[in-house]
């Protein structure tokens, strides 16, 4: 009988229990993308940075158990809110608290299997999404990796269900333990505090002097070396926590003083805010690291592939070289945009290769270089090369000049001489063909059927010409995987903490109704009562995403200080837009769904 | 001649009026309220009383029948207008306080004053007047949590006041006080009463209803009944309104 009453009970919050199963399914979906990457070590230790990757992902599902604990905490607790008063009614009605107890740790399992059930179908399918979408935008060819695997399935529900069995029985022992009236007036206690001034501004001191030292620390990398990362990694930790607990809660105070609060219901919305960011410190420090993290991934995964032209470009000035080409070439180099061809006559004779040097003064020849300090950091310095340098055999105008020769002439000397001397020589003229391309990304397509068919015609000797769309590729399968990890876990982190973060929020939505239901009483319009809302929860997504963004604007110079990125700042723009994006959706949804739960409706039709 | 605050013309407040069984919460009630007068609405629950409160405190709409507040008509306001007239022409007291928990008393006081956009430089002075008309001058700078019940009822008396309202409803103020406090709460809008504020109380508690000028008896969606105060002592009144409920509520 109790059993059919606590279940109409689920029916009649059927909305609440729909916001607890969406946030339950995302958490378990988004611990099996994570784990479909993370266990399958035949993937990871695949790609280049194979054994590096694997301790990154060991961290990573270390640090997303400890989220997911976290998470399910906040969706039991949840969960609590919604069920005590009903259950704290039926003890008072005289149900024995054992039978509530195995009620309540049974409704705890079934809303845990079910959703992590469902999770796990969504993770696979979300897998699958986001892995597709991925390989087919960035060219990546991905081997090894399938959406639906096996191991992570069995993590996923494994975590889960454990960390639902001790959710229902510390749920269980809640209510042997509390009594009945408790249960009924929990949600009218209030517990809010007025922090110590003197405690305030000690901690906001210690968390802006701790974030500071931290991203000093990532700055000075060169000198520090590795012990930049644990500095780092534990002041902004207690940094962030520090800066939440009362940084923000001081200019909030500053706020509350100055003409703003006395505007509309200013004064309310800035009170809420306040009385959160305290309430909230953990999470909030949470999300703030956690975006700073899946951001960073995505920009430095991302930034390791737009250094690649660069690099490219810096290995030899030519992405194409063909010596007589043939017609089936001709054509397919036809179809590549923006490109320069050189052409000039060749003959070998002995150990020598002889060029008419009046066609190399007409058009001069390029090499290049890869600069790796200075302003010019990162890019590729083309230079025009004279004859002499060419010539010369020290020279790397020669050595790259050589290697765009066929493979089997490139350890042969060079001479530049006359027409009349070129004439001379009774050997074949061959044709020497030279390709600069400005776009290696933009013609990625173009140049791949270009090197296809050198394979074809060469063979294995195509790898050893000295044509820098080999460099790029090889590169690009180098970082490619590097690339993927890097935005799949950024995307997975950004959906994990943006879920939690909502949930956190929604989990309070209830306890605000009676708020708003005064508000609207005392003549507050439903415009403003929406602002409100919408000023309170941007407060409550924007800090940590601010704090979040300078995390990664600071830790990037750790990558570009230790010359493993160049042009992070301009992929860093363009990751954190998008970042931002994604994150706003969240940041809609949480609005529309606490707007629906607390704004009261308007009982006006007539 | 005296001037009306409240006008009521054959009120009627149908629910689920389409539905296989409305049901009739106002059959057409009718009534005026003086500027300067105490008026109670006595009633069971289920008899109609809170229906009638929302309707006159604009936070509903009545199927039929007008309202008329200060010489407005509320029936015909958009929700905004509600909102605002609301803000600007009604204080609320009701019975479980609904102070803001994270706003000092001042700033919970402060509160309709700043929906209407006051200059701030004039809010702090009203403030001040109207915590000193409730004697809580002292507790401006507290949160709710640190106050008793009955100081907590004061501070939402002063936030109904400060305002200068054309009006101000309490819906059951005294339901959550201790006798002390309420004796305390009612005296405090008798007071605010004698300075030619109109108060209209939702009650079904003989004790307050006592301090009322006048008394309206609810029953079934009807006014069945009215007494007034007259001359009489409190306590004389007191007794008639227990006789009156013994007699009318059978």
């Known amino acids: 009988m109790l059993f059919k009453i606590s279940l109409s009970g689920v029916k009649a919050r059927w909305k609440d229990y729909l916001v607890l199963f969406s946030g339950m399914i995302m958490a378990s979906a988004i611990f099996y993308m994570f784990e479909a990457i993370a266990l399958n070590n035949k993937f990871v230790l695949s790609t280049t940075v194979g054994q590096n990757a694997k301790a990154v992902f060991v961290f990573g599902s270390i640090l997303l158990v400890m989220i997911t604990l976290v998470y399910v905490f906040y969706a039991n607790n949840f969960l609590m809110s919604m069920r005590k008063h009903d259950y704290g009614l039926f003890m008072m009605l005289g149900a024995k608290s054992k039978k509530i107890s195995s009620l309540i740790t049974l409704e705890t399992l079934v809303v845990g299997l079910i959703s992590t059930v469902v999770g796990t179908i969504v993770g696979v399918g979300l897998t699958q999404l986001v892995s597709g979408v991925l390989v087919n935008s960035l060219a990546i060819p991905l081997k090894y990796f399938t959406p639906f695997y096996l191991p992570a399935v069995w993590t996923t529900l494994l975590l889960f269900m454990v960390l639902f069995v001790i959710a229902g029985f510390m749920n269980a022992r809640t209510f042997i333990k509390t009594p009945a009236l408790q249960l009924l007036r929990s949600e009218s206690l209030s517990d809010w505090k007025q922090p110590k001034t003197s405690r305030l501004v000690i901690q906001a001191i210690l968390g802006i002097v701790l974030l500071a030292v931290g991203y000093y620390a990532m700055y000075d990398i060169r000198h520090l070396l590795v012990t930049a990362i644990p500095i780092g990694l534990i002041t902004i930790v207690f940094g962030t926590y520090f800066v939440f607990n009362s940084f923000f809660v001081m200019l909030l105070q500053w706020l509350q003083r100055s003409s703003f609060n006395q505007k509309g219901i200013n004064s309310f919305t800035i009170a809420q805010l306040k009385f959160r960011i305290s309430d909230y410190t953990?999470?909030?420090?949470?999300?703030?690291?956690?975006?700073?993290?899946?951001?960073?991934?995505?920009?430095?995964?991302?930034?390791?592939?737009?250094?690649?032209?660069?690099?490219?470009?810096?290995?030899?000035?030519?992405?194409?070289?063909?010596?007589?080409p043939s017609s089936k070439m001709t054509k397919l180099i036809d179809q590549?945009?923006?490109?320069t061809v050189s052409n000039y006559q060749q003959k070998i004779a002995g150990k020598t290769v002889y060029y008419r040097i009046d066609q190399f003064k007409e058009k001069p020849i390029f090499y290049s270089s890869f600069v790796m300090k200075g302003k010019d950091a990162g890019t590729a310095k083309v230079e025009k090369s004279s004859t002499t340098q060419l010539a010369n055999p020290n020279s790397e105008a020669n050595r790259q000049f050589k290697m765009l020769q066929n493979p089997t002439i490139q350890g042969l000397r060079v001479r530049f001489v006359s027409d009349a001397t070129f004439n001379q020589l009774g050997q074949s003229t061959n044709q020497l063909q030279l390709v600069r391309v400005h776009d290696l990304n933009g013609q990625y397509h173009a140049l791949k059927a270009v090197h296809a068919q050198q394979k074809a015609e060469m063979g294995a000797q195509a790898e050893a010409l000295g044509e820098s769309f080999i460099t790029y590729t090889t590169m690009k399968s180098m970082f490619a995987s590097m690339e993927f990890m890097g935005i799949f876990l950024g995307i997975a982190f950004l959906a994990m903490l943006a879920s939690c973060l909502m949930f956190k929020i929604l989990s309070g939505a209830d306890s605000d109704k009676i708020r708003f239901e005064m508000l609207n009483k005392i003549g507050t319009r439903k415009q403003t009562l929406r602002k409100s809302i919408r000023l309170q929860i941007l407060g409550l997504f924007g800090l940590p995403a601010i704090l979040g963004l300078i995390d990664v604007a600071f830790g990037l110079q750790m990558f570009i200080r230790s010359g493993l990125l160049y042009h992070a700042y301009g992929t860093f723009a363009y990751s954190a837009i998008g970042f931002v994006v994604l994150y706003l959706i969240?940041?809609?949804?949480?609005?529309?769904?606490?707007?629906?739960?607390?704004?009261?409706?308007?009982?006006?039709?007539? | 001649m005296t001037e009306e605050i409240v006008k009521t013309q054959n009120l009627r407040k149908i629910y689920d009026q389409h539905s296989e069984k409305p049901y009739e919460a106002l059959k057409g009630i009718s009534f005026t309220v003086d500027k300067g007068d105490f008026v109670g609405i006595m009633g069971a629950s289920g008899s109609g009383k809170t229906t009638l409160l929302n309707i006159l405190a604009t936070l509903d709409k009545p199927t039929s029948g007008t309202v008329e507040i200060d010489g407005n008509d509320v029936t015909d306001l958009t929700p905004n207008q509600m909102s605002d007239f609301r803000s600007k022409k009604l204080g609320f007291i009701f019975q479980d306080f609904n102070l803001l928990e994270t706003l000092t008393a001042s700033e919970n006081i402060a509160l309709p004053l700043s929906l209407q956009n006051t200059q701030s430089s004039t809010i702090e002075p009203r403030v001040q007047q109207a915590a000193a008309t409730l004697g809580i001058a002292d507790l401006l700078s507290k949160y709710p949590t640190q106050l008793s019940g009955g100081q907590k009822q004061r501070v939402a008396a002063a936030r109904a006041l400060v305002s200068n309202p054309s009006i101000i409803f309490g819906d059951e103020p005294t339901g959550a006080l201790d006798s002390t406090n309420a004796r305390e709460l009612l005296e405090t809008l008798t007071h605010i009463n004698e300075q030619g504020v109109s108060v209209l109380l939702v009650t079904h508690d003989p004790f307050s209803a006592s301090f009322c000028k006048r008394i309206m008896f609810i029953k079934d969606g009807k006014i069945g009944d009215e007494i007034q105060a007259g001359n009489r002592s409190r306590n004389e009144f007191y007794q008639e309104i227990l006789e009156k409920l013994g007699t009318f509520e059978q």
């Open chain 1, 282 to 324: 953990k999470i909030l420090s949470v999300v703030s690291l956690l975006f700073a993290l899946a951001l960073g991934a995505i920009t430095v995964g991302v930034g390791f592939q737009n250094d690649i032209p660069e690099l490219a470009n810096g290995s030899n000035a030519y992405a194409i070289v063909n010596t007589n």
């Open chain 1, 336 to 339: 590549v945009d923006g490109k």
């Open chain 1, 586 to 606: 969240y940041f809609g949804i949480t609005v529309l769904i606490y707007q629906k739960i607390v704004i009261p409706e308007t009982s006006t039709e007539k």
